[in-house]
């Protein structure tokens, strides 16, 4: 395996480092404090005490009460659950609202329900890559069982207008879910100050490890679990708890409470530095997003006539980490849902980067990208018929 710190790791949005501090914190959990916390002797009572410790931490990241909080095994348990629940409990009502670029994880459960005879409004997103509240709102209808819109995009980092959405669900008395995936410990989030009833967390972006998430549960709102079985999570989820990495989620979320704001600014000033530097030193790239309502850590860049997936070659040869916008890296040929969605140019799409950084990118990380990627983008395009047409005689 390659020794990871060569590595200039740029794609936070994919997956987080564990912190040190949660990997110290989660450590005697898989350890010798190994009992099941529903077992009534001392050390099974003291690891239910830490698991509560741990559901408070996290329901502190977000204004919550600790009841409110369920613990799942990823962020895509939590949205499947949310939206489960909602029409589990609602029979008679078989519509749903979202939009065009949710992660997969609400897309790929709506597609299955939609072969069950839902129907499913997807909204579509304006070239900035946000939704129109006004369409929002004539979407939901009186048969209208959830509407689940993300809190901000994992491809652009694009803010949703959540806080407004919620209120216009709550008026018309439709549940309102939110997938707080790539929100959750980058931006402030106070759940008691919104009309939101379901928020999805995943422990891997931020800082905790994988395969550990939560759900946001408002209190009063009706809730049917997705794994039956033991009566754990007070019934709303079945399965003896994965305590260390609960533990580990706790430690994350308390370590985002603390560190949000001096990561905040920090983070961005990287990532502005980043990015003006790759749009003024790169000929003919262009940003995709609101540039003025994104996650601090998140940009993500089309380079004309370039194929992404040639590029992120080229920087891993450079030892940098980061993600292509485009679905081709996963063996697929089309480009990404979300950058089509926005209507990113047929001749700039597959040449989309996301860099997504995190309180532990250096300037001297986001300086090495800086240095290295107007010479990948001369070269692929010296490479490429169309680019070499195009760019090289001109230039
Ligand atoms: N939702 C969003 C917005 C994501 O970015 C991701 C992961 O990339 C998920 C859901 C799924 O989370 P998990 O990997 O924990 O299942």
């Not at 609960?246 to 001096?262: D, V």
């Not at 790759?278 to 998140?298: E, F, H, I, Q, Y």
């Not at 980490?321 to 996963?330: E, I, K, L, V, Y």
């Not at 089509?340 to 990380?365: C, K, N, Q, W």
Request: charged fraction near 20%.
């Amino acid at each position: 395996m390659n020794n990871v710190k060569n590595t200039i790791y740029l794609d936070n949005n994919a997956t987080t480092q564990i912190a040190p501090e949660v990997a110290e914190e989660m450590l005697p959990y898989l350890g010798m404090f190994y009992a099941n916390p529903s077992s009534i002797y001392t050390i099974g009572q003291e690891a239910r005490a830490a698991l509560e410790s741990a559901r408070e931490k996290l329901a502190g990241l977000i204004g919550a009460h600790a009841d409110e909080i369920v613990f799942t095994s990823c962020g895509s348990e939590s949205d499947n659950t949310a939206i489960f629940s909602a029409v589990e409990l609602n029979p008679g009502k078989r519509h749903i609202v979202s939009t065009r670029v949710e992660h997969h994880a609400v897309l790929n459960y709506l597609k299955y329900l939609q072969g069950k005879g839902y129907r499913v409004t997807y909204l579509d997103v304006d070239s900035l890559g946000s939704i129109d509240t006004g369409a929002f709102n004539h979407a939901l209808t009186d048969d209208t069982a959830i509407a689940t819109v993300m809190y901000a995009n994992n491809e652009t980092g694009v803010i949703f207008p959540i806080e407004e959405l919620c209120v216009i669900a709550r008026e018309k008395g439709i549940l309102f879910h939110t997938d707080a995936v790539q929100a959750a410990g980058k931006i402030a989030i106070d759940v008691s100050k919104e009309a939101i009833d379901m928020l999805s967390i995943s422990g891997h972006k931020l800082h905790a490890p994988k395969g550990i998430g939560a759900l946001y549960v408002k209190r009063g709102v009706p809730f049917h679990p997705l794994l039956i079985g033991g009566h754990q999570e007070m019934g709303r989820r079945a399965g003896t708890e994965n305590l260390a990495s609960i533990i580990g989620l706790g430690k994350a979320c308390e370590l985002a409470g603390t560190e949000i704001e001096n990561d905040t600014s920090s983070i961005q000033a990287l990532r502005d530095k980043l990015e003006k530097n790759l749009l003024g030193k790169c000929p003919d790239a262009r940003l995709n997003g609101n540039s003025n309502n994104r996650l601090p850590n998140t940009t993500n860049i089309s380079f004309e006539h370039v194929d992404g997936e040639a590029i992120l070659l080229m920087l891993d040869f450079h030892g940098i980490c980061a993600s292509s916008g485009s679905a081709c890296a996963t063996g697929s040929p089309e480009p990404s849902h979300v950058l089509s969605a926005i209507g990113v140019p047929p001749t700039f799409i597959h040449g989309s980067i996301r860099f997504s950084l995190s309180r532990y990118t250096t300037e001297a990380d986001v300086d090495s990208v800086i240095e290295v990627m107007p010479g990948i983008i001369k070269r692929l395009r010296e490479l490429s018929p169309v680019g070499r047409d195009k760019f090289c005689a001109a230039r």
